[in-house]
């Protein structure tokens, strides 16, 4: 079954940029989708087609997808970001929805 | 727009049957281009797929639950549910229904989510 890897927890401070790895396969070839999901709360889409926003989520949010990494990007991070983040894609060889581990986002 | 709500036993004895109920407001169950999904969280733990109904009845499961898993329209009330049998404690976790778009499935919106706890 296709694995996605993410790392366990990224610390940033605030005001700085914070980059959130997603690996896997020739991710590349896939669409990559983002979640943000705060303690108690349920997950929120944040980017879609690997970089799109969905409306009300700040530009600071980004992403790219190449080769055998996608990354989720938060530019001029803030404390109200510090939340737990999980990739997604459809692996269309075993028709299963996939999530990253998910990673911690620390702001210091 | 679109909310999902979840809602059933918050504890499940061993052995039996989870069952969760989703229901869908602002919108129809039966739109062309969705699929309507179930995932669950284990305590600390990250996401976890456990499958999806189209609005026309046809469904996709994690096959490391398949056997033990059923979803369900109900589009007379706009909801879809959720059957798991054979519960044990693994099976603890907050459970999610969710809409999909069926052309990329990305997930939104989410539900709230409901814990479920397995125990005697």
């Known amino acids: 079954s296709y694995v996605l890897t993410q790392p366990p927890s990224v610390s940033v401070a605030p005001g700085k940029t914070a980059t959130i790895t997603c690996g896997g396969n020739?991710?590349?070839?896939?669409?990559v989708h983002w979640y943000q999901q705060k303690p108690g709360q349920a997950p929120v889409l944040v980017i879609y087609?690997?970089?799109d926003r969905p409306s009300g989520i700040p530009q600071r949010f980004s992403g790219s997808n190449s080769g055998n990494t996608a990354t989720l990007t938060i530019s001029r991070v803030e404390a109200a970001d510090e939340a737990d983040y999980s990739c997604?894609?459809?692996?269309?060889?075993?028709?299963?929805?996939?999530f990253g581990g998910g990673t911690k986002l620390i702001v210091l | 727009q679109v909310q999902l709500h979840e809602s059933g036993p918050g504890l499940v004895k061993p052995s039996q049957t989870l069952s969760l109920t989703c229901t869908v407001s602002?919108?129809?169950?039966?739109?062309?281009?969705?699929?309507w999904s179930w995932i669950r969280q284990h305590p600390g733990k990250g996401l976890e797929w456990i499958g999806f109904i189209y609005n026309r009845g046809g469904t996709y499961y994690n096959s490391s639950l398949k056997s033990r898993v059923t979803i369900s329209l109900d589009t007379s009330n706009n909801q879809f549910s959720l059957k798991l049998g054979s519960v044990t404690a693994a099976d603890t976790a907050v459970y999610y229904c969710?809409?999909?778009?069926?052309?990329?499935?990305?997930?939104?919106?989410w539900g709230q989510g409901t814990l479920v706890t397995v125990s005697s």
């Open positions: 969710a809409r999909g778009l069926q052309s990329s499935n990305w997930l939104d919106p």
């Open positions: 997604q894609v459809w692996d269309s060889r075993s028709d299963h929805v996939v």
């Open positions: 087609y690997d970089g």
């Open positions: 020739n991710i590349g070839s896939k669409s």
């Open positions: 602002g919108g129809s169950i039966s739109t062309d281009g969705f699929y």
